[in-house]
């Protein structure tokens, strides 16, 4: 059951239906004059909340920040739409009340006040001529004023998705190696009585030829693969501040003084 005293809880907080569906935010609440029961909701729907439907707030409750309304989530996308920005007529909840299925109560009193009885205004404005009413009963010297609060949370959406794909390149390498190579070097030594008979073994004067076979190293370049490292994904939770900003409304009071006539002029 939703009190009047729970009226100023309700502006902004999400809307489900009675199966549990999200269906929107709270706009403006309805309440009935004369009694100041809270009698409808609108709900703010579409992509950016840009649509307003009544909702029955009969039969509905809160569940900490969420409002659970009696009607179901299709029902109110459906609903005709009335202007939410002023008085909610009595032909406007007639038909609210034809589409819901709901029966229209009666109205005590004479029937020709029946309609001014069943027009309904929004919260904001209901609980200032109600005060004032009090005030010039003499039941109350005290004027309330309300204020909007932002209501400010968190959802969570998903911003991209991220995956690990391996691919082959081909890059240019330069290593230097060390190589190796022979070469031929003249070596002279002189006759002498160690190496004599060795040099007189031959014919004194005779053509000869004595050849050496040279080697040298060449690079060789191969390649092998060899696992260098490990490559995984994490998620980390990273905590950033934004602000965010909005129009709230709020009343202001001020104090008008009339003065009184002196009575000389009032004889006149």
């Given at each position: 059951m939703i009190s009047e005293q729970m009226v100023p809880q309700l502006f902004g907080d999400e809307v489900c239906d009675r199966n549990g569906a999200k269906i929107g935010k709270v706009g403006q609440v309805y309440l009935e004059e004369g009694t100041?029961?809270?009698?409808?909701?609108?709900?703010?729907?579409?992509?950016?909340?840009?649509?307003?439907?009544?909702?029955?707030l009969d039969?509905?409750?809160?569940?900490?920040?969420?409002?659970?309304?009696?009607?179901?989530?299709?029902?109110?996308?459906?609903?005709?739409?009335?202007?939410?920005a002023g008085r909610l007529s009595s032909e406007d909840e007639m038909q609210l009340y034809d589409y819901y299925g709901m029966r229209y109560p009666a109205?005590?009193?004479?029937?020709?006040?029946?309609?001014?009885?069943?027009?309904?205004?929004?919260?904001?404005?209901?609980?200032?001529?109600?005060?004032?009413?009090?005030?010039?009963?003499?039941r109350d010297d005290a004027m309330t004023r309300s204020e909007e609060r932002l209501k400010v949370g968190a959802e969570t959406t998903e911003t991209g998705r991220v995956r690990l794909r391996k691919y082959v390149v081909t890059e240019e390498q330069q290593v230097t190696v060390p190589v190796r190579h022979e070469e031929v070097r003249i070596e002279r030594e002189p006759i002498t009585e160690a190496n004599r008979d060795q040099a007189m073994s031959g014919a004194?004067?005779?053509?000869?030829?004595?050849?050496?076979?040279?080697?040298?190293?060449?690079?060789?370049?191969?390649?092998?693969?060899?696992?260098?490292?490990?490559?995984?994904?994490?998620?980390?939770?990273?905590?950033?501040?934004?602000?965010?900003?909005?129009?709230?409304?709020?009343?202001?009071?001020?104090?008008?003084?009339?003065?009184?006539?002196?009575?000389?002029?009032?004889?006149?």
């Open positions: 100041g029961r809270p009698a409808w909701a609108t709900v703010r729907t579409g992509l950016f909340g840009l649509k307003e439907s009544f909702v029955p039969q509905a409750s809160m569940e900490g920040d969420t409002l659970r309304v009696a009607v179901t989530k299709e029902q109110v996308s459906d609903a005709p739409r009335m202007d939410a109205v005590p009193g004479p029937r020709q006040d029946t309609q001014a009885g069943r027009s309904r205004t929004p919260a904001s404005a209901h609980d200032r001529t109600a005060h004032d009413r009090h005030a010039a009963d003499g004194e004067i005779s053509e000869a030829e004595h050849e050496v076979t040279l080697h040298a190293e060449r690079p060789v370049v191969r390649t092998e693969a060899v696992p260098v490292e490990r490559v995984r994904l994490a998620k980390e939770t990273v905590t950033e501040e934004e602000t965010v900003s909005g129009q709230v409304r709020k009343e202001q009071i001020e104090v008008t003084e009339e003065q009184a006539r002196d009575r000389r002029d009032r004889k006149r």
